[in-house]
């Protein structure tokens, strides 16, 4: 289990709806409310966005620093002695399985201890999580996913239940469901692995990552942890040699990885 750094921003709804977010089996008053979970560094431009949306509704959007995001990680093989985790959705605690994929086990929202309501639960480290998605190719927060930059098909959100086909209206649906429907997606956030002497100051966002054998620009790195990370690259580009320039002039090779619980069609 390892505590994420996130947040949960609480919606007091009335005759609005906002869909695939997890309701609440109490709130306060006579709306029902739901819970958005978000980047905790962006809390407040988030609160503000939502606010300019609301129009004139009757919806009140607040910040609950009571709950505490938790990733509940498959460590190893299911034993017959550990007990199957099943879902939960209180007041105080919620256990869901990780709607992105099952390879990122579940998540953990509560206002108690984490790892007492886990049996057999052993506490991780964050920079484990993250290095452990990161494998996974799962993007994360605003570093991962730079807001005004990040567009949903490059960032394969329609591979973990992150984008609709049916639902609507939001901002940029019509190109991104055009885009879907013709199957051209040219790049895409692949995860990456690094071979080589990192410089101490890591390998900043927005690396150009290059073709080894021509030196044609093949993307760009855009977060890791240690030797690995996510790099955004054109997709005909991944199967050749590939490397990082660093800012001391040092050769990293670049190996890029297609998960295997992506759909087979993107492969």
């Not at 709806?17 to 819970?35: H, K, N």
């Not at 991780?124 to 996913?145: A, K, N, S, T, W």
């Not at 966002?205 to 996510?230: D, S, Y």
């Not at 690259?233 to 998960?259: C, D, F, N, W």
Request: hydrophobic residues 40%.
């Amino acid at each position: 289990m390892c505590k994420d750094a996130r947040s949960m921003t609480s919606f007091c709804m009335g005759c609005y709806c906002v869909p695939d977010i997890l309701g609440l089996p109490e709130c306060t008053g006579e709306a029902p409310s739901f819970l958005l979970e978000c980047d905790s560094s962006v809390l407040g431009a988030l609160q503000k966005h939502l606010s300019v949306y609301k129009i004139r509704r009757k919806v009140t959007v607040e910040p609950h620093p009571e709950f505490h995001v938790w990733a509940v990680l498959p460590c190893g093989p299911q034993t017959s002695e550990a007990a199957p985790l099943e879902e939960r959705v209180e007041a105080t605690t919620v256990l869901l399985r990780d709607p992105r994929t099952a390879r990122m086990g579940w998540r953990l929202l509560t206002q108690d201890d984490g790892p007492a309501l886990v049996p057999r639960g052993q506490l991780g480290d964050l920079q484990d999580y993250h290095m452990y998605r990161y494998q996974q190719g799962i993007p994360e927060g605003v570093c991962d996913l730079p807001p005004g930059m990040a567009l949903p098909l490059e960032s394969n959100l329609v591979f973990m239940n992150g984008v609709s086909f049916t639902k609507g209206c939001y901002i940029g649906q019509e190109l991104t469901a055009r885009t879907h429907h013709t199957g051209v997606i040219r790049k895409r956030l692949f995860p990456v692995k690094l071979e080589g002497a990192l410089p101490a100051s890591a390998i900043s966002p927005g690396t150009l990552v290059t073709v080894t054998a021509t030196g044609q620009a093949a993307g760009k790195f855009r977060a890791g942890q240690g030797h690995v990370g996510l790099a955004l690259l054109r997709s005909e580009t991944i199967k050749g040699p590939l490397h990082i320039k660093t800012s001391e002039s040092q050769m990293v090779a670049v190996t890029a990885v297609v998960p295997d619980w992506w759909p087979t069609a993107a492969k």
